[in-house]
């Protein structure tokens, strides 16, 4: 199953292109999320704020400056793991062996933080709560005003 070349003439290890290819995509796939998420984790509050618009809850997130820590907090674990992905995954390619799960790794801790994050943020305040409590007790989901 594996795919390896032969060694070069410097006595490298042999590599498994598929693993190769593999595993800077799975970096870069990670470096463009961590790059692309940064500002909308620094302004975690705004982000649930837009996210109540749209989905129809009236008021404003009540826990701004937590909101922002977490997602401060958030945004410093994923560039960690990127950069333990990197660090780790880079010298196992040169020595030839398999590494295309230490950047899958990272994006799934990664990953489990943003969630973990959202859910105890917007679990723990009162308007997501009121609103639930609105939903359960009419049976009517407010109209979000979803404008570009």
């Given at each position: 199953?594996?795919?390896?070349?032969?060694?070069?003439?410097?006595g490298?290890?042999?590599?498994r292109t598929w693993?190769?290819?593999l595993?800077?995509?799975?970096?870069?796939i990670?470096?463009?999320?961590?790059?692309?998420?940064?500002a909308?984790?620094?302004?975690?509050?705004?982000?649930?704020?837009?996210?109540y618009?749209?989905q129809?809850?009236?008021?404003?997130?009540g826990?701004p400056?937590?909101?922002?820590?977490?997602?401060f907090?958030?945004?410093?674990?994923?560039?960690?793991a990127l950069?333990w992905?990197a660090?780790l995954?880079?010298?196992?390619?040169r020595?030839?062996?398999?590494?295309?799960?230490?950047?899958?790794?990272?994006?799934?801790v990664?990953?489990?933080?943003?969630?973990?994050?959202?859910?105890?943020?917007?679990?723990?305040d009162?308007?997501?709560?009121a609103?639930?409590?609105?939903v359960?007790?009419?049976?009517?989901v407010?109209t979000?005003?979803a404008?570009?």
């Open positions: 199953m594996s795919d390896p070349t032969p060694p070069t003439a410097g490298d290890a042999p590599r693993d190769v290819v595993t800077v995509g799975l970096l870069a990670g470096a463009v999320s961590v790059i692309g998420t940064f909308e984790l620094a302004d975690l509050a705004a982000t649930i704020d837009e996210v618009r749209i129809g809850i009236e008021d404003a997130y826990a400056e937590l909101a922002n820590a977490v997602g907090g958030v945004n410093v674990l994923r560039v960690a950069l992905a660090a995954a880079i010298p196992r390619l020595a030839g062996r398999v590494a295309f799960w230490i950047p899958l790794t990272a994006g799934v990664g990953s489990l933080a943003i969630g973990i994050a959202m859910v105890a943020l917007i679990l723990g009162p308007a997501f709560l609103y639930v409590d609105e359960a007790t009419t049976g009517i407010p979000g005003t404008t570009p």
